[in-house]
């Protein structure tokens, strides 16, 4: 949506003025002093801007990380007053022993002036609001305390009625006098009026903001001497009253702040420029707002706003970058509006000071408080994302590469040398604009990653070979050379990653597609359609650093260690805290009824869960030709168990498997092709073994009616899918292309073994004897508690619930498998509560229990570089 701004401005005699907008959202107009007083241009222009309307609300990421912070304060005091008991009660004792020494007559007045006052100051505050016409505040405000309210109420209640004694202990306390009845832990008045001046923004009116502030400390000292709350019931009230409004403010957007083009004219105006017009121009990196500006006498401008919201958006994915890689591959974000405008503004005068063709800094100006503006001279061109590739030419790319290396030469980095800050000017220049995310006095390692970044920006679009040989042409083979340990993806920037995993699968579906239609055509055998598809399926940056090596072939080819912290640990880290978490929340001993358990039985359970990891080894090395060291695949698939928390089931173990097989020297195509044969094979197992033993189990009198109801509602909802994926269109060809993948690589993998009939073997055995070795851990689990069955039975009601606790996407099928094995026993006859500990004990011996050794296994696996 597009409008059109018309602002007709007058001078008064004070050189203020009044702009006279026509119809906008609610925004803020440039402030002077506290309350938001209107500066306005002089006289005798019609000034016009033509702009997408700014939304009247805005969802800012700073108020929800305030409730974030706030949410995690709450926690933290809960847990101070679950486990510090001795702390608090101390704390409480001090406060009551020096609380006598105060006049009663002094409590009284403060307590009578502070409940007087923490009414009115709000009141008042909102009634000078109202007149100001600023009535969507106030109703923020109130939102905010309402909900605040219903907040402290649910926490009163759950404090009284579950929380644990040491909290209840904590947070309330016997009022003096002998009354029985404890006070509240959260204050009803005190909380929905924190929230209520969060809300409104109080934090920017200083004198109110102090005001309120002082009558809220008043009253809960009073409230604490007087013996009527404790110092976390206080600390509580404060911070649910502060989240609460921040998370309203959040949900419901706060009325948008952000200067709209109307006060950018105006600021132009104080600055010394004679605007005519403006237009929005694409948003710049990081998304500030930029504006193309005509003036009456003068050059063109191009003008960047940044604000208070552009500088909290983003702010999560900054701060994992900065956790996870080194402080000298991250760029670290300026703390407050002045330092983003003076950094900015020292980037752009010392890339003018090295020669660099870099847009011109003109001016720059503070534009209220909560923005500033930067005023660059405008270049006409386009940029390097809008070129066609015909129209990347070597000339562009060199006059690019000049540009940097003058930036280099004074030591300033670039650091977003992407599609979108390269400028080309009369089809031949290169300039490189957005420069506010760069550094000076930047080391080497800086930037030898801005040569990276550039030369990934050129291979995306025209191809390794011409991007490195222009390079090598401008900066020397040598300079270029030291940039290969930095092809990394994760030195890269987050669109270039993207486009790189954009292109190379669009490349190895191509491939994959093209292989398959002249295998079918018999004009590729098909050893030589794995090797195009491995062909293809090298990654860009992989054919970069061979570029580089061509003609350098000294050159450094480890990576730079550029990761603090990699994604991998903070998997291990996260997969142990959901473990604990679980193990201790949802298996507790009480369950297992281990008064009555046979240990003996138990003890075969725990034998036939372990034999498990032998028979999916089996599996495994059955549908793979080439030989695997069976110790090293077996310890595979015992750190299997430990990333099923992290990922469902077959997701993680396919995963693992597949890079198992890659690391044991086997190509990407045939891994993925074993892979798949041994999960098809799997699938193909499991269906027949269902029937066979749905077969067995009807055919015994004593068979259970609820296992047959099992096999029939598996087929019938097996049947049912089917039919819905063959009636919908893009489902069926979703399907179909996935299944055609897969038997691309999966038939000529089953023919290359049917050379070997051990292997078969060893591959169907393994299936089998999976299959086998479950139902058994889950049979001896059902015997150690004093009830049996048959085994057949016992095999449907693992194979049904199985698979259909699997479905649900939960890591290692949490919840939803044994949910659904607890339902299938049930209805084959056996008593709940048997039931309930039969599954209990399986789970833990087959998926819990395994997660220490898996771990184990993980980590020495990943040392030794078989994972």
Not at 186 to 212: C, D, E, F, N, Q
Not at 308 to 319: D, I, L, N, T
Not at 593 to 618: E, F
Not at 685 to 708: N, R, Y
Request: hydrophobic share 50%.
């Amino acid at each position: 949506m597009t409008g059109t701004v018309e602002v007709d401005v007058d001078e008064g005699p004070d050189g203020s003025a009044t702009a006279s907008p026509g119809p906008q959202p609610p925004s803020l107009t440039l402030t002077k002093g506290e309350e938001g007083v209107a500066e306005e241009p002089p006289s005798g222009d019609h000034l016009a801007v033509d702009e997408p309307l700014l939304a009247a609300r805005a969802h800012r990421p700073s108020d929800l990380i305030r409730f974030l912070a706030g949410l995690i304060g709450i926690v933290a005091l809960f847990l101070v007053a679950r486990f510090a008991v001795s702390t608090t009660s101390g704390l409480e004792h001090d406060i009551a022993i020096n609380a006598v020494r105060i006049p009663s007559w002094l409590t009284t007045v403060a307590g009578l002036v502070s409940s007087i006052a923490v009414l009115a100051v709000p009141l008042s505050f909102a009634v000078e609001r109202l007149i100001k016409r600023d009535g969507l505040r106030v109703a923020d405000g109130v939102l905010a305390s309402v909900l605040a309210y219903g907040t402290s109420l649910g926490v009163d209640w759950w404090v009284a009625a579950g929380a644990p004694e040491t909290v209840r202990t904590a947070l309330t306390q016997l009022p003096p006098g002998g009354e029985p009845v404890l006070t509240d832990p959260v204050h009803g008045y005190l909380a929905p009026v924190i929230a209520y001046m969060t809300a409104v923004g109080m934090s920017s009116r200083p004198r109110w903001r102090v005001a309120l502030w002082s009558v809220v400390v008043l009253s809960g000292l009073t409230e604490l001497i007087s013996g009527y709350t404790t110092v976390l019931s206080l600390m509580l009230t404060v911070l649910i009253g502060w989240s609460v409004a921040y998370a309203t403010l959040y949900a419901i957007g706060s009325p948008n702040i952000r200067p709209t083009g109307q006060h950018l004219m105006i600021g132009l105006r104080k600055v010394g420029f004679a605007p005519a017009g403006a237009h929005r121009a694409p948003d710049a990196p990081g998304g500030t707002r930029r504006y193309y500006v005509e003036q009456h006498s003068g050059p063109p401008l191009d003008v960047h706003i940044i604000d208070r919201e552009q500088q909290a958006s983003g702010f999560f994915y900054r701060a994992w970058r900065r956790l996870r890689l080194r402080s000298v591959a991250v760029r670290r974000s300026p703390q407050s509006l002045r330092q983003a405008l003076e950094q900015e503004a020292l980037i752009a005068y010392a890339a003018t000071a090295s020669g660099a063709r870099a847009p011109q800094l003109v001016a720059t100006s503070e534009l209220g408080p909560d923005a500033a503006i930067l005023v660059y001279e405008k270049l006409s061109g386009r940029l390097l994302d809008e070129l066609s590739d015909e129209e990347i030419t070597d000339q562009v790319m060199a006059s690019l590469w000049e540009a940097v290396d003058a930036l280099h030469e004074r030591r300033i980095a670039h650091r977003r040398l992407t599609g979108e800050s390269l400028l080309v000017v009369d089809e031949k220049t290169g300039y490189l604009v957005n420069l506010s995310g760069g550094d000076i006095a930047a080391g080497d390692l800086t930037l030898r990653i801005d040569v990276a970044q550039l030369l990934t920006t050129f291979a995306l679009r025209i191809g390794p070979e011409r991007s490195v040989a222009v390079a090598n042409g401008v900066l020397g083979a040598d300079r270029v050379a030291a940039a290969l340990p930095l092809l990394q993806p994760v030195g890269l920037s987050r669109s270039t990653r993207i486009d790189l995993s954009r292109l190379n699968k669009e490349r190895k579906s191509a491939a994959q597609a093209l292989a398959l239609a002249q295998v079918t055509a018999g004009e590729r055998t098909q050893q030589q359609a794995e090797e195009d598809i491995a062909a293809a399926s090298e990654d860009l940056l992989s054919l970069l650093r061979g570029q580089i090596l061509q003609v350098v072939p000294e050159a450094p080819l480890a990576p730079e260690k550029i990761e603090r912290l990699k994604p991998k640990t903070v998997i291990t880290v996260v997969a142990l805290a959901f473990a604990a978490y679980f193990a201790l929340t949802t298996i507790k001993p009480e369950q297992f009824n281990l008064d009555r358990m046979n240990w003996a039985w138990a003890a075969a359970a725990l034998a036939a869960a372990a034999l498990t990891y032998v028979a999916a080894s089996m599996s495994l090395t059955g549908f793979v030709p080439e030989r695997l060291p069976f110790k090293r695949t077996v310890a595979a698939q015992v750190a299997g168990s430990f990333v099923k928390l992290v990922a469902p089931a077959a997701v993680g173990g396919i995963a693992l498997n597949t890079r198992y097989l890659q690391k044991s020297g086997i190509r990407s195509g045939p891994a993925v092709a074993s892979v798949g044969a041994s999960q098809l094979a799997g699938l193909g197992g499991h269906l027949l073994l269902l029937f066979v033993f749905g077969l067995v189990t009807g055919s015994q009198k004593q068979g259970s009616e609820g296992a047959d109801k099992a096999v029939i509602i598996a087929i019938l909802s097996a049947a049912v899918l089917a039919l819905v994926i063959a009636a919908v269109g893009p489902l069926r060809r979703f399907v179909v292309t996935r299944v055609r993948s897969l038997f691309f690589g999966v038939v000529p993998r089953m023919l290359d073994l049917m050379q070997s009939p051990t292997k078969l073997l060893t591959g169907f055995g393994g299936i089998v004897l999976l299959t086998l070795s479950f139902t058994a851990c889950l049979d001896a689990s059902i015997r150690a508690f004093g009830y049996s069955m048959s085994f057949s039975a016992v095999a449907v009601v693992f194979l049904t619930a199985n698979a259909a606790g699997s479905a649900i996407p939960t890591p290692g099928g949490i919840g939803a498998v044994e949910f659904a094995m607890i339902t299938a026993l049930t209805l084959s006859g056996v008593a709940a509560p048997i039931a309930t500990s039969a599954v209990f004990l399986y789970r833990a011996l087959t998926f819990w229990l395994p997660v220490i050794p898996g771990w184990f296994c993980y980590n020495v696996l990943q040392r030794r570089g078989a994972l």
